[in-house]
Antibody
Framework: QVQLQQWGAGLLKPSETLSLTCAVH????????WTWIRQPPGKGLEWIGE???????HYNASLKSRVSISVDTSRNQFSLKVTSVTAADTAVYYC?????????WGQGTQVTVSS | EIVLTQSPGTLSLSPGEGVTLSCRAS???????LAWYQQRAGQAPRLLIY???TRATGIPDRFSGSVSGTDFTLTINRLEPEDFAVYYC??????????FGQGTKLEIK
């Protein structure tokens, strides 16, 4: 049974870099895309971007200039970095396994940007 | 750019009732590329339906999905207390690669 476990810093100051990692347990990275989604307080879901097991990436155009998603196949993990964060980046961030649908989700990480 | 519009925004219903939620795509998408999720308060979303009408593993058969043109529908029969949550539709495409509807909240009347 595939499980995703995520972690990273939860409190950042404006202009800092957000960094989150998601470990995949019980399955391989191969054959899927590995996705990051975020949810601002009281709002809906926003797709951030994704990476394949071989490192191909796709990003939301609205975030592309600040986002980087990478994969570490040796550790069965993938990671998200968002540079120059502002209060608008405050959200719960989720990792997920993607085919056409998002079948498995991490538990979510609350990230707050505040001075 | 494909936009998914969900309606209504909020529904107030009682346990035991049935409900139909709507998700309209701004342009044609393959039914294979439409999924529905349930998000209970404080939890991560959970996949309910993929390919517009296929239930995910472990999803009760009171949940069903259908499509007519660009209109996708999630139907829940005989609402249980645990069904009161927010429901999102999601598409897979090229521009953008993935996007969500704004969500429909089911609340207890």
């Amino acid at each position: 049974q595939v499980q995703l476990q995520q972690w990273g810093a939860g409190l950042l100051k404006p202009s800092e870099t957000l960094s989150l990692t998601c470990a995949v347990h019980g399955g391989s990275l191969s054959g899927y895309y590995w996705t990051w989604i975020r949810q601002p307080p009281g709002k809906g879901l926003e797709w951030i971007g994704e990476v394949s097991h071989s490192g191909y990436t796709h990003y939301n155009a609205s975030l592309k200039s600040r986002v980087s998603i990478s994969v570490d196949t040796s550790r069965n993990q993938f990671s998200l970095k968002v540079t120059s964060v502002t209060a608008a980046d405050t959200a719960v961030y989720y990792c997920a396994r993607a085919e056409w649908e998002l079948s498995h989700w991490g538990q979510g990480t609350q990230v707050t940007v505040s001075s | 750019e494909i936009v998914l519009t969900q309606s209504p925004g909020t529904l107030s219903l009682s346990p035991g009732e049935g409900v139909t939620l709507s998700c309209r795509a701004s342009q044609s998408i393959s039914s294979a590329y439409l999924a529905w999720y349930q998000q209970r308060a404080g939890q991560a979303p959970r996949l309910l339906i993929y390919g517009a009408s296929t239930r995910a593993t472990g999803i009760p058969d009171r949940f069903s999905g259908s499509v007519s043109g660009t209109d996708f529908t999630l139907t829940i029969n005989r609402l249980e207390p645990e069904d009161f949550a927010v429901y999102y539709c999601q598409q897979y495409g090229t521009s953008p690669r993935r996007s969500f509807g704004q969500g429909t909240k089911l609340e207890i009347k």
